[in-house]
């Protein structure tokens, strides 16, 4: 039993897999970040841009 429990701890075999899927994790939680900040960005300069036409006076007014 021993002997097994030697040779399975020193198989490295699927430690490359584990790599893998720890750092596709990181991206997509950073991507996800990311996605976050840029919505959130982008709704308030929606909202500023949106306040700041309506108070414009489409019709030319020289007043």
């Known amino acids: 039993m021993t002997k097994l429990f ?3 701890r020193k ?3 699927g430690a490359v897999t ?3 899927v720890v750092l596709t994790a990181a991206v997509v939680a ?4 990311a996605y976050g ?3 959130s960005g982008s709704s308030t300069l ?11 006076n489409p019709g030319g007014s020289t007043e």
């Open 6 to 8: 030697n040779k399975f």
């Open 11 to 13: 198989d490295e075999s």
């Open 18 to 20: 584990v790599d893998w």
């Open 30 to 33: 950073l991507a996800g970040a």
């Open 37 to 39: 900040s840029i919505q």
């Open 46 to 56: 929606t909202s500023n841009t949106s306040t700041f036409m309506g108070t414009k």
